[in-house]
């Protein structure tokens, strides 16, 4: 149990040793002086807000102030190994308000072992669970650098769910990772809080996770995120490919830029042409181009998925078209796309051009403005077109045939 008395005292006798007054102390923590008064009587504690912040200050770690000692120089500890448990457990009481939710299926919540998430499916004959996961890459590091902290956990969300999205499944629960040198209060509540939103839009619930401190293996200021999903689907409404037939139209559905693939190479091309950055494309600045959120696609497909008319579905990530659309096309048959018909965004005309790339590197690295592709029968691609162009850009690109090279490409990109 906390002791006020002592816990005051130590603040005081800190202060004093580092001859600051009330008033000097409290205009570095940006608080009133009466504030730190109460703390020194022992009316009132520290709150959780401002402990890391006192004890920056102070030079003395949380721990420390919530024992109201020092502890022995002599010793080893976990504080002093770069992790300060006292301070990452208010960190855990941040997270836990983010992990609210009104799914009845999340039978329990933080602060357990793990998540209990209850998989009774009356409606479903065979439930199949669909599990996958995913990491924003290298996009991370430009979002951390460039203040997009709560825009990368969209970013990793939405690429999670239309993994799962193009199988035909409902997401379900996602488990969230973040690995950091150090743990600054703010970031984490703004990733926790990101990532839980990302879900609850994707209609899914963040129901737990992991928040790894790693200040020997991890530089300060650096976080690496991955999250892991599981999904539902009906055993006979998997969308794997295996309906594609020969005739079959290939539909694209518009991206909104370059996701979360190709990243790379973009920041090569901004260490080499630094002064792109503040460039305008389509009103944007090109960092802000770089920065729109991955498209989620799960809401303009799950009105599809009761018809029984997607025959094949992939998401255009790394490897472009042809490294994607190939998972879902079946063996004898080919996907023969038009490129001449793929809506280019401008955003890939201007690293084409400012970067000198082929268009087969552009073609293999981006998704050049195609950030999923749906096959479907002749007989079903209207309906199919004018149900997702309520909500993105929908529009054929090709047809299957019978063939041995599961992509053919025909004609070229207008990139003009």
């Given amino acids: 149990m906390l002791d006020s008395i002592k816990i005051g005292k130590f603040i005081m006798d800190k202060r004093k040793s580092l001859h600051l007054t009330q008033q000097q102390l409290a205009d570095k923590l940006n608080v009133s002086f009466q504030a730190i008064s109460k703390w020194e009587n022992g009316t009132t504690y520290p709150n959780i807000e401002i402990l890391k912040d006192l004890a920056i200050v102070l030079d003395v770690s949380v721990d420390e102030i919530l024992a109201g000692k020092e502890k022995n120089t002599e010793d080893l500890s976990y504080s002093k190994a770069g992790v300060d448990i006292a301070y990452t457990d208010t960190i855990k009481r941040e997270m836990a308000k983010h992990l609210e939710t009104d799914d009845r299926r999340v039978l329990n919540r933080m602060g357990a072992f793990a998540s209990l998430y209850d998989i009774s499916f009356p409606a479903l004959k065979n439930p199949v669970l669909v599990l996958k996961s995913e990491e924003p ?3 991370q590091k430009l979002a951390m650098e460039y203040g997009y902290t709560e825009s990368i956990c969209h970013d990793m969300i939405n690429h999670l769910v239309n993994d799962i999205a193009v199988m035909g499944a409902k997401p379900l629960a996602v488990l969230d990772t973040i690995v950091c040198g150090n743990a600054e209060k703010d970031t984490i509540k703004t990733l926790v809080k990101g990532i839980s939103e990302a879900c609850k839009e994707n ?13 020997l293996v991890v530089d300060s200021g650096v976080y690496v995120l991955t999250s892991s999903i599981a999904g539902i689907v009906e055993k006979s409404e998997i969308i794997d490919g295996s309906a594609i037939r020969e005739g079959d139209c290939i539909l694209a559905v518009a991206s909104n830029g370059l996701h979360t693939n190709g990243y790379s190479l973009v920041r090569l091309l901004m260490d080499k042409m630094p002064q792109i950055k503040l460039d305008k494309i389509d009103g944007l600045t090109f960092i802000e181009q ?6 989620p696609y799960y809401k303009a497909l799950k009105g599809l998925f009761s018809k029984n008319i997607i025959h094949g579905m992939a998401h255009i990530t ?17 996907a023969r796309i038009d490129l001449s018909k793929i809506k280019v965004l401008n955003i890939f005309k201007y690293i084409r051009q400012n970067g000198n790339i082929s268009d087969e590197e552009m073609l293999r690295t981006f998704n050049c403005g195609v950030g999923l592709i749906m096959v479907v029968s002749e007989r079903d691609k209207e309906v199919v077109m004018k149900h997702i162009n309520t ?3 929908c529009y054929e690109i090709g047809m299957i045939e019978k063939g041995e090279n599961k992509i053919v490409f025909d004609k070229k990109i207008d990139w003009l």
Wanted: one cysteine or more; glycine letters at 16%.
């Fill in 318 to 334: 790394g490897g472009g078209i042809e490294g994607n659309l190939c998972r879902v096309i079946p063996e004898n048959l080919s």
């Fill in 391 to 393: 909500f993105y850009p």
């Fill in 290 to 295: 770089m920065m729109k959120p991955h498209t």
């Fill in 137 to 139: 890459g290298s996009k």
């Fill in 203 to 215: 209609e899914c619930s963040l129901v737990g996770g992991e928040t790894s401190i790693q200040p």
